[in-house]
């Protein structure tokens, strides 16, 4: 997306966010949800809480490998490792293979680890870059459950870099809470309606431990 940018990595979420904020990286990517597994970071949690923006956003179509060592074969492999939500995006194609899924910290992490655990019983769910990488070869090409699987990214920034009117289709993205009471989410929505404003996205979660969904993390058009 910034190929003149150098790519800086970070454990978690939360390490990207206070990076932006601390200015120790100009800007950040944050994956939010997937087309065939559905949400994927806490951004609506870490959001509320942080003075970044949000100031474009990327889809990016998702190609898995299932890798394995060299001269292993499908038959070998007993474990398959990977990122939760690589191996929830291939849940059925798993299930057809009879591989139990074993979650692990991130994709190539787990392709380094089959590589160096040197046992040809396990595989990893990886990148084509990742098997160049750490020296293993595809079990099984383009491993997906759905022709569609892509990852949908947000582009953090420091700064509040507003599209500018008329440059093409806007999104913007807000949290909102209501109070607990019947029909407030109905009241709260209805000016979106009345207005013609398309909402294209709704989540709902719990804060301060509780079970009732009383925080919104919205898309409109616009």
């Known amino acids: 997306v ?3 940018y150098e790519p800086v990595p970070f454990q978690t979420f939360e390490e990207c966010f206070a990076a932006i904020e601390n200015g120790s990286a100009d800007l950040g990517m944050i994956p939010v949800e997937n087309s065939t597994a559905g949400r994927v970071a806490d ?8 003075s ?6 990327y889809f990016l179509p998702v190609h898995h490998q299932l890798l394995g060592l060299p001269g292993a074969t499908l038959a070998d ?3 398959v490792h990977s990122h939760p939500q690589a191996l929830a995006q291939c849940r059925v194609a798993l299930r057809e293979l009879g591989l139990p899924a074993v979650a692990g910290a991130d994709t190539a992490g787990c392709a380094r680890e089959v590589a160096e655990a040197g046992d040809p019983t396990r595989g990893a769910i990886a990148s084509e870059l990742a098997a160049e990488a750490y020296g293993l070869q595809i079990l099984k090409a383009d491993l997906k459950d759905e022709e569609h699987n892509t990852t949908r990214f947000m582009i953090l920034s420091s700064k509040e870099l507003r599209a500018a009117a008329g ?5 913007s993205t807000f949290v909102f809470k209501v109070s607990n009471l019947p029909a407030a989410l109905y009241k709260a929505l209805g000016g979106f ?9 709704l989540e709902s979660y719990m804060v301060g431990g509780q079970f009732i ?10």
């Open 2 to 4: 910034y190929p003149d």
């Open 43 to 50: 951004i609506h949690y870490l959001l509320p809480d942080s």
């Open 52 to 57: 970044v923006y949000i100031i474009g956003e």
């Open 77 to 79: 492999l007993r474990t």
């Open 167 to 171: 440059i093409g289709p806007i999104v």
């Open 193 to 201: 309606a009345t207005n013609g404003v398309n909402m294209t996205k």
């Open 213 to 222: 969904a009383t925080q919104f993390l919205a898309d409109i058009e616009g």
